[in-house]
């Protein structure tokens, strides 16, 4: 049954899989134990607790990083830990946290509530670094006194994390879009991609239902795993080609002009749909498709007090941590900024901003509060050029 | 429900969860003097321009927060703790610090007013309930993986909370419940 779960799960990742809050003894942890939070995203929450059974951990489940969260349970092995389970509507951590779903709040709530606090004497947590985009830690630590630390990206680097006394080397702090995320993702996206397909063609013209199905499926493997290496226009290119295989599979199966106009029409909703960067947050786009692509990242030096919390948290290490007597962040990398935000949310000094090539600037309260929509946007409030962020 | 909570005016009324406002209207139009905790700064917003728009002329507490942190509010500073479909959104753990968190914030002879989805009597009448909310369920779950769940013993989970359950009432089909309970002598 188990399997059968995990299957349609990944299937099925774009809908919520959400499972119970609350606090899971991984071993045999004492009140020393390391306590990690994560969220209540069902699929990961289970490859965990199944790949710790046999150790000692707590683990307070709030919101997890979805790709890698099968990670977490090779991850964890051999360590005494709890692991705090807090409410993320069943979504993963980097689109829970981007999303609204998984804040500030949520976690506040977790660590209160769930009785981790009865069953440990220190108050320190670790939380999925992806979280930094929802989840403020000088704010948990205001509303309820923990003390939250921002871990690695994937859970596979747990151990070495906790090993090093929470020091993150680059590539811990870093996102990644291997070989296997881009199998999962395009399963994920291929599988309903394909129901659909069949559905609409088995309403026209029947015969092309499952060779069109197994083009959406094909579809999604390629979008995943060379649309960014196509040149530019790469959507344009993709959907133009996606579009031609489905005329030719409906020609081939003796498909009339009707069939051939509605294979048409699927094969350019179903590019536009692949193509579409959903959260604004992929490592394949970088961004989302409207006015906050134009964003760039801003750092004001003056309000910096290198703190380095925007250095902890970018997923793609545009910060550089500068050797000489200024010892003020540099953001070095700004080209690989994926407008997630999370520097903005954390920096506890207001230093960095989103800013636009007119000088528009949204203030970072704003960032805080308003988060992105399915669609990658957000409500915003900006200020003219020269107004304080 | 702002009757129960508010039965002269003056009282002093803790509303944990407002949403956009609606039962914070009849709590003030009754003379509550009312502290109100909502973690949606959106909804905040909606309940206060709605409050706004009536001019009641009482000033009411605002606080952007969890339910969660009524804990930091003063002990036995409430004549009655307000909560409207808030309970069905909580995980059982988070339900029961909730309420014990909220009967340690009555003064003596306060109650807890709560109004919730309830799983109807018998079971035969809850299974069809479940069967009819299905589709409900599924676009809540599907779109956000919404987590309202009817409550199966509200009353009992008051008790647990060290209050002393004194009516309850029900409608829609016994699906919506109201119950009253005061804190223990």
């Known amino acids: 049954m188990s399997s059968v779960r995990d299957a349609l799960q990944m299937a099925f990742r774009l809908v919520p899989w959400p499972t119970e809050t609350g606090v899971r003894a991984i071993g045999n942890p004492d009140e020393w134990s390391p306590v990690l939070v994560t969220g209540n995203y069902d699929l990961s929450v289970r490859r965990v607790v199944a790949a710790l059974e046999g150790l000692d951990a707590w683990l307070v489940v709030a919101a997890l990083e979805g790709l890698d969260a099968w990670l977490v349970v090779a991850a964890l092995e051999g360590l005494d830990a709890w692991l705090v389970v807090a409410p993320s509507s069943g979504i993963n951590v980097w689109c829970a946290a981007s999303g609204g779903h998984f804040g500030t709040s949520q976690v506040v709530t977790a660590l209160k509530t769930s009785g981790i606090a009865e069953r440990v004497r220190h108050r320190r947590a670790i939380l999925p670094q992806l979280a930094a985009t929802g989840v403020r830690a000088r704010d948990v630590m205001r509303r309820c006194g923990w003390r939250t630390r921002f871990g690695p990206v994937r859970a596979e680097d747990l151990p070495a994390y906790l090993d090093a006394d929470g020091k993150k080397t680059d590539a811990m702090r870093c996102v990644s879009f291997d070989a296997r995320e881009r199998l999962e993702m395009a399963v994920m996206s291929g599988v309903p991609a394909a129901l659909l397909a069949a559905g609409l063609a088995a309403l026209v013209h029947p015969p092309f239902a499952l060779p069109l199905a197994g083009l959406a499926l094909i579809a999604a493997i390629a979008c995943y795993g060379v649309y960014d290496r196509l040149p530019q226009p790469r959507r344009a290119l993709f959907t133009a080609g996606l579009a031609a295989s489905a005329l030719a599979i409906t020609a081939f199966s003796g498909g009339g002009t009707a069939a051939l106009l509605t294979a048409a029409s699927a094969a350019v909703l179903l590019g536009a749909g692949l193509t579409f960067d959903y959260s604004g947050s992929t490592p394949i786009e970088g961004g989302s498709h409207f006015e906050e692509r134009a964003w760039h990242v801003v750092l004001d030096k003056e309000r910096c007090e290198s703190l380095y919390t925007c250095w902890e948290v970018c997923p793609e290490a545009c910060f550089e941590k500068p050797t000489g007597e200024d010892r003020r962040i540099e953001l070095a990398r700004e080209d690989r900024c994926v407008r997630c935000g999370a520097c903005i949310v954390q920096c506890a000094l207001d230093a960095l901003a989103f800013q636009n090539d007119a000088g528009d600037r949204v203030p970072p309260a704003t960032i805080r509060r308003y988060k992105l929509n399915l669609l990658g946007q957000r409500k915003i409030e900006r200020t003219s050029p020269g107004a304080p962020a | ?185």
């Open chain 2, 1 to 185: 429900m702002a009757l129960a909570a508010v039965p002269a005016p003056g009282a002093r009324v803790l509303e944990i969860g407002c949403g956009s406002g609606a039962v914070t209207e009849r709590l003030v139009e009754r003379g509550a003097q009312l502290t109100v905790v909502e973690q949606n700064p959106e909804m905040l917003r909606a309940a206060q321009t709605r409050l706004a728009a009536k001019d009641s002329g009482t000033a009411v507490e605002w606080l952007e927060q969890t339910a969660s942190e009524v804990d930091a509010l003063g002990h036995a500073a409430f004549d009655a703790v307000v909560l409207s479909l808030v309970l069905s959104e909580m995980s059982a753990s988070e339900r029961s610090f909730v309420l014990r968190e909220s009967a340690q914030r009555l003064a003596p002879h306060g109650r807890v007013v709560a109004a919730d989805e309830v799983l109807p009597i018998p079971r035969i009448h809850a299974g069809l309930f479940r069967l009819l909310r299905a589709p409900q369920a599924l676009a809540g779950w599907l779109l956000v993986g919404s987590v309202s769940r009817p409550l199966a013993d509200l009353p009992g989970e008051l008790e647990r909370a060290g209050l002393d359950p004194r009516s309850e009432e029900r409608w829609l089909a016994g699906s919506l419940a109201l119950c009253v309970a005061e804190i223990r002598p």
